[in-house]
């Protein structure tokens, strides 16, 4: 049983500045958890409170049933890897993959059984007499992550341990964590900065922001149902448009105004939610993806975009253009078309909008008006 | 076209490697005449010949007397004191790089300790030895460098023990092992390059040391650049017996420094803009 | 729960404080003595009592003295050494950081030049200036100091060179500015740190040179780790004066390294591992 | 007048080996040229050639009509943008973008009058007393970019210069970089080993490898025809499916056969151009989004894949799985279909491929078999 329970876990830094702030999480045995978050949001400082490289200012954590808080790193059984991979230099890779074994005291026999299974299961067969520096990127990752396996350790810490490799790289590897813990069925957290990764390899991601802990939940849910500016911004690239309107009440609908002419009708399935707002400023957010060439049936209400940048990226395009306006500046969007799309850079091109996934924003708080969830019910 | 069209015309480069060469022979040639004054026999060292003939006369003069002893005197005491200060300077240097121990008010005072003139040192020190018996002895001398080299070694190691990657401790402690266990087993073998080029360094500075060397030291214990420096004023200078006084003193240097040329040339930078 | 959790148990904390601090005293009661016996009157310098009466006695004494001269002779000699021998270092170190010139071969030559033992280049120095009429002369210090400290600062600069990124120059030169432009209007300004601290460090290693000092210099020409050497041997220890000398001699080194305390703690990392 | 003229440019290294070989091509003035490739290939070698800051060992370099070989930097008036930025730190914005003026002897009223000029069209009014340490790091970035136009240089040499900005700053200054291209109209050439940037920001797209240029044509039609499987590999990501197959005639029609079931018919367009290959081994180029959930009428064949792996992004999801195989193992295929499909991982599902866009390489020499481009035809 290795469970991770973090309770209002806070990292207080001695000039007074807080790197992680009450941060709540339980994360349940054999879980994979994507950590998400800028740079300096306190993803990797949680990361390694848990590993107990950091200490605890304040909060406890337990894993299993045991607080950990004073427990030195070697005591948790957990494995790191790390970003640099932190292969030890002066060591083989077989030396590399057994210190961590020797260390808890396994005989030399199970030391190179252990190995060499490993080393199988990863592809490292041929390297094992290899010093690291002899070793490609992507084969030194292989042994950092060869060196937490073979351990066999209760719980999976790996902070952002594709960042160094290129694309194509990353993109296997990304299949490869996710079959290894389908396999090995420990708990992992991963931390990192890329929304491709936190999408696709987790079962939950948790967007961290300044220290703390903003929205968990499954990749799809905080996908569709982000809760605030952050999240909505963060989350894709290209993100979705916010675009400050005014929701009125007209003649029984509840009506989304950009201004000039940019005008939506609120779903009817949305209108109870967001009723209670109708006369005020709000954030309207739409998904480049939601924004179609042609009309899908009655779900979408059409709008013009007058179109200032075409981005053909081959597999699709990325129309940018200016819509609405009227009281302010005129509002930027930018849609995600197929690559069947014909559209040029200065043309003026009617586009629809579906607007069921679409999420209205507090301007002030910067939250999301609550609304039904689609999710549940697709 | 050639294969590198960017070399200046070639009337340039003879002049400047002309210029480049009588520049070189101004600094070896003093250092070969030195070479060859000391194998030759004395009553020749000034004769106007290249090489009047070979003789390790001066070097057989030199080393039946005082000078032999003197020569494992220095060995000892600069080996010793090395082999006393690195272990204190390697945990020190660890200690300031890792944990910043001390902020940065005592890396400033172990640099300030640099700073003091050695003549005013001396006097103290010798007090010291006096107090603990220990004036004219080796062991007096291998302690003094010890605490001379210690401060100027825990700069150096600190300098590598920065450059090594905090990751890699951390793997390390993950993986089992005790923080002095990461220390020994992980942060020692990947910074040896480091141990041995300040175990060098301060060899180095033992080895040619000589205020302290003439003040603490007496006739049985005096060291090379004490028994240079009498060489070269007790009976007049005997210029052949200097020369190959010289010759010696620089030979364990050349040794050593060969060794940890690469150590050196690439691991010593002292100056980084942040 | 306290805002942070992992402090050590309080009676282990304050047995560590009471060591560290004794550990302290041991090292700043000697000054604090040498600072106490330079401004009590000789008569008292072992006087029990703490402060037995402030006295400017040992000072007066000691400038009325050949000490000023001395002192003025020190401050003339490490400046001038320094202001020499930095142009050079700087344009010898921006060569080998840059254009890798001479390779590895000739940086290893620069080090080499420090490894030679002091002693046995007093000799050669002495000769040299004799030849030139300088011994006894500021103008000969002046020579052999900037001599001395060019392979070091050019070594230290060498570094703080290194850290610039090239393609701040590239940057300038394509923006119009040629080689020498680029490197005296963008690398030096940058590295005005790096030469601030190599300039303190070179004035430092002068001020405190004390054998070539006594080889080279006169009476007149004295410079104060000589005059300090003076005093501890001519007409026994005047120990009031001795220590109004320690307390002088330090004095510019204390001013001059607070003042680039900053830059050298930061700027000179020795070592770090490729 | 300044169009670029490399002539067989060689950089040779002193031991031995080359930087750039062999490079040919034309820039025209006021084109806005993409150098692609991945690490070390040579392109910011060749970007640095030009701008004078490399030598060159081999060939002739021409700005407009004159020979540069041996002019300094400073006399070819071409301005860098670096990757680092390059910003001097103890000079104020203002002395940074002044300082090229200053260089060529300008008046302090024409630099004052310039710099502010700028500053203003960048939006850094505000920062010109700061140092650069004062500014953030897309500040920074318009600071370089500044610097380089107050000059009005003929060329424009941009190494990397958005590879430091997160991605949000990035898509923002890709935008803005090709507006200032448009309104400046000054050659440019942009290093960049980012795909996203190669196809969205150039004119034409030079792709390098290894010091040579391996393609150069409008993103677009190198995206429709790589001439070699490193082009077609490296030009997206996802990249291209390239499978082992086996060409050969059968009852009239040529069929593509990855063994098991896995057959295509090649397109009557394509037979003329494929046909001389039949009976013999080829690699079978598909780009994942040619891969169709529904049936697109006669376009698309119909393939039977076993999903291994569903990564669901939110806007798109992307399907890996397995598929033929037969003498070989299973061939790897990834397929890049709309958010809306439906499929779990393990599950057997018939996909629709559109062969037309497709490719056929040899498998030897790797380069693409020669077929009629649909580009000019769509």
């Keep these: 049983m290795a469970s991770i329970d973090l309770r209002s876990v806070s990292k207080l830094y001695p000039n007074g500045s807080y790197g992680v702030r009450d941060v709540d999480l339980r994360i349940e045995n054999g879980e994979f958890v994507i950590f998400l978050g800028p740079s300096g949001c306190g993803k990797s400082t949680t990361l390694r409170m848990i590993a107990g490289l950091e200490s605890i200012s304040a909060g406890d954590l337990f894993i299993g049933d045991r607080n950990m808080n004073r427990v030195p790193p070697r005591d948790r059984n957990v494995a790191v890897v790390f970003q640099s991979y932190a292969l030890y230099p002066h060591m083989s890779v077989r030396a590399n993959m057994g210190f961590g074994l020797k260390m808890r005291g396994a005989t030399g026999e199970e030391i190179a059984r252990k190995t060499e299974e490993t080393a199988a299961l ?17 084969q030194r990752q292989r042994v950092a992550l060869g060196r937490a396996i073979v ?47 936190a999408m696709t390899m987790g079962d939950r991601i948790c967007i961290m922001r300044e220290g703390r802990l903003i929205q968990a939940g499954r990749p799809l849910d905080i996908y569709a149902d982000p809760v605030n500016l952050f999240v909505a911004r963060f989350l894709a690239s290209p993100a979705m448009n916010l675009l400050p309107v005014r929701l009125s009440q007209e003649a029984g609908s509840l009506v989304i105004d950009g201004g000039e002419g940019l005008r939506f009708t609120v779903p009817a399935r949305h209108v109870a939610a967001y009723a209670p707002h109708a006369g005020t400023q709000v954030i309207f957010g739409l ?10 049936g009655a779900r979408t209400q059409p709008f013009a975009l007058r179109v200032t940048a075409v981005e053909a990226l081959g597999a699709e395009i990325i129309l940018s253009g200016t ?16 690559r069947h799309a014909r559209v040029q850079a200065g043309e003026t091109v009617t586009l629809h909008a579906d607007l069921l996934p679409a999420h209205l924003f507090d301007p002030v708080s910067e939250t999301a008006i609550a609304r039904p969830s689609l999710r549940g019910a697709a | 076209m050639s294969a590198d069209a960017d070399k200046p015309p070639i009337a340039r480069r003879v002049a400047l490697h002309a210029g480049l060469i009588a520049m070189c022979l101004a600094i070896v040639l003093p250092l070969l005449w030195v070479l060859r004054v000391s ?44 082999l006393i200060a690195l272990p204190f300077a390697a945990m020190t240097g660890y200690a300031f790089a890792r944990f910043s121990t001390g902020g940065r008010f005592a890396r400033f005072l172990m640099l300030a300790t640099q700073m003091l003139p050695p003549v005013a040192l001396v006097l103290p020190s010798f007090t010291l030895l006096k107090g ?16 001379l080299n210690l401060p100027f070694l825990t700069w150096i190691l600190m300098g590598f023990f920065k450059a090594i990657p905090v990751d890699l401790e951390w793997a390390a402690l993950t993986d089992g092992a005790t923080a002095w266990g990461a220390f020994w087993r992980i942060v020692l073998p990947v910074s040896l390059p480091g141990l041995a080029a300040a175990g060098v360094l301060g060899f180095i500075l033992s080895w040619n040391e000589f205020l302290f060397a003439l003040v603490l030291s007496g006739p049985s214990t005096q060291t090379i650049p004490v028994a240079l420096a009498a060489l070269q004023t007790s009976n007049g200078v005997q210029i052949g017996n200097v020369a190959a006084g010289v010759v010696l003193a620089i030979l364990p240097l050349v040794v050593a420094s060969r060794f940890i040329q690469r150590f050196l040339v690439e691991g010593l930078t002292y100056g980084s803009v942040k």
């Design chain 1, 122 to 138: 990863l592809g490292l067969g041929q390297l094992l007499d290899r010093k690291p520096a002899a070793l490609s990127g992507g």
């Design chain 1, 151 to 197: 351990r066999e350790p209760d719980v999976f810490l790996l902070d952002e341990p594709l960042s160094n490799l290129d694309a194509q790289l990353r993109a296997e590897m990304r299949l490869e964590l996710v079959k290894l813990h389908r396999r090995l069925g420990r708990t992992t957290i991963h931390v990192t900065h890329d929304q491709v990764e």
């Design chain 1, 287 to 296: 998904r480049p993806e939601d924004i179609y060439e042609a009309p899908q």
């Design chain 1, 323 to 338: 819509a609405g306006g009227g009281t302010a500046r005129p509002l930027e969007i930018t849609a995600r078309l197929s």
């Design chain 2, 39 to 82: 194998f030759v026999a004395p009553e020749q060292s000034y004769s106007t010949t290249l090489l009047p003939g070979f003789s390790t006369q001066n070097y057989q003069a030199l080393l039946s007397g005082r000078f032999g002893r003197s020569y494992l005197n220095s060995i000892v005491v600069s080996l010793g004191s090395v």
């Design chain 2, 132 to 147: 603990l018996a220990l004036t004219n002895s080796l062991t007096g001398l291998v302690l003094v460098y010890a605490a």
